[in-house]
């Protein structure tokens, strides 16, 4: 069964800097485009980064460009989320989605077909 797998969040005080990770099970990430999403409660879910697999071109967000930074250890079959400055505002769980590679490059979540369970990130001094 494909099923990404998110680790790393938690309690971060304002500014911190935490590493979500994203680790697959039953498939190869690099053959995929892997997502970031956030979802705040009473929100809808919204798209932060991604990372294409054809050549590892990365897209982000407005409100996370040059804070969030998203990259792929294929060695590790791991995805990470590198989150620096973090605002309260970033207060969310944050998903990590799969989108088969041969497929167009999409960042709308709905066309992505595998997710983790998500991971907690919780931005309070």
């Known amino acids: 069964q494909l099923q990404p797998v998110e680790s790393g969040g938690g309690l971060v005080q304002p500014g911190g800097f935490p590493r979500p990770f994203c680790a697959a099970s039953g498939f190869t990430l690099e053959y995929y485009y892997i997502g970031w999403f956030r979802q705040a409660p009473g929100k809808e879910r919204e798209g932060v980064a991604w990372?294409?697999?054809?050549?590892?071109?990365?897209h982000y967000v407005d409100s996370v460009k040059g804070r969030f930074t998203i990259s792929r250890d294929n060695a590790k079959n791991t995805v990470y989320l590198q989150m620096n400055s973090l605002k309260s505002e970033d207060t969310s769980v944050y998903y990590c989605?799969?989108?088969?590679?041969?497929?167009?490059?999409?960042?709308?979540?709905?066309?992505?077909?595998?997710w983790g369970q998500g991971t907690q990130v919780t931005v309070s001094s």
């Open positions: 989605a799969a989108r088969r590679g041969y497929y167009p490059f999409s960042m709308y979540p709905h066309e992505y077909n595998y």
């Open positions: 990372i294409r697999s054809s050549d590892d071109s990365t």
